[in-house]
């Protein structure tokens, strides 16, 4: 089998029963969202993007509340979404770019998820986050600029994440083969 064909059924599977959720951290476009849906279907548990939950939950897109409470507001009211999806039965979980970076959400995460950052270049990053608008971080400003200043601040912080996995641009199923067999080989040692 071809492992670089996009449509291929990947034969990397969880060894173990999922005991805790997984939670997607990295920066806007690192893919946490498209790779958590495939992820979450293979795992056979429930995908939960976070900030569609927050849209829910607010009334407002994630841009709105940026505009109209700014970001510290937002990062609260992410905080207290992610802690309530965190209680519930194991799940994917795709965070927003800065999630990950506010201690208490990143301490919860640990307590009780597996995080699992999604590296990617920047110039992917550019690329992916080039075809949509609805980022308040990128719309001022150059964004490339803005995502290495991003990618500076906050690689140091997704590298305490459990597991790393390198998301490049080929197929997506091969980072959720990356994922599983990462997932595999921390759950056998915590055993």
Known sequence: MDNTDPDRKS?????????RSV???GLMGA????????????????FVDTDAEIEA???R????????????EFRQGERRVIARLLKERPQVLATGGGAFIDPKTRARIKEVGRSVWLKAPVDLLVERTARRNTRPLLNTG?????LERLASERYPIYAEADITVESGSGPHDNVVDAIIRALNAAMSAAQ
């Open 11 to 19: 034969a990397v599977k969880l060894l173990h029963k999922l005991d």
């Open 23 to 25: 939670v997607l951290v």
């Open 31 to 46: 893919g946490k969202t498209t790779i958590g849906r495939r992820l979450a279907a293979r795992l056979g548990v429930p």
């Open 57 to 59: 939950a607010a009334g």
């Open 61 to 72: 897109t994630v841009s709105e509340i940026f505009a109209d409470f700014g970001e510290a």
């Open 142 to 146: 150059d964004p490339r600029q803005t």
